[in-house]
């Protein structure tokens, strides 16, 4: 008789498990995280309402159209013509409100932006916060790790 599915697709599973083993991480003591805020952590008791229907203004309409807090001292390079913009000399946790708007009105007009060697990392997370919530209300998703 022939194999069903099921025994099929779980043997490789099994022996790979079995090759792989178990991976242990921070073996030592000392070796901490640099960042451990950023780490995967998921509650399984923790729910998120759903989102609720909210008023939204476009940042990108308040803008000034040259973008002159955005682009004063940055380098802009088109990755094709008509989609994506590499931006160096910018940082986004620097910009005035203003310029956040720009930032809003420039992703609108190119789709998408590349910004570089940010330092989001180290500004924390209510800094990081605050930068979203120019651009709307910030919706909770679960995470975990993988």
């Known amino acids: 008789m022939s194999s069903t599915i099921t ?14 083993g178990v991976i242990q991480l921070n073996q030592d003591p000392e070796d901490k995280p640099s960042y ?8 399984p008791a923790e729910k998120f309402p759903p989102t609720e229907i909210f008023e939204y203004e476009e940042p990108g309409a308040r803008a000034n159209p040259a973008k002159p807090n ?3 001292n940055a ?7 008509y989609l994506g913009t590499e931006i160096t000399g910018v940082q986004i946790s620097q910009l005035s409100k203003e310029g ?3 930032l ?9 932006l590349l910004f ?3 330092d989001f990392k180290d500004i924390g997370p209510d ?4 930068i979203a919530r120019h651009f709307g209300p910030i919706q909770r998703h679960p995470t975990s790790g993988n």
């Not at 451990?36 to 509650?43: A, S, T, V």
């Not at 809003?104 to 998408?112: G, H, I, N």
């Not at 800094?127 to 605050?130: L, Y």
């Open 70 to 72: 955005l682009l004063a």
């Open 116 to 118: 570089r060697d940010q």
């Open 7 to 20: 025994e099929t697709a779980s043997a490789p599973v099994e022996t790979l498990a079995k090759a792989v």
């Open 100 to 102: 956040l708007d720009e």
């Open 36 to 43: 451990p805020f950023y780490l995967p952590y998921r509650d």
């Open 75 to 81: 380098t802009t390079r088109d990755i094709s013509p």
């Open 127 to 130: 800094r990081q916060i605050e």
């Open 104 to 112: 809003a009105l420039y992703t609108a007009e190119r789709k998408v």
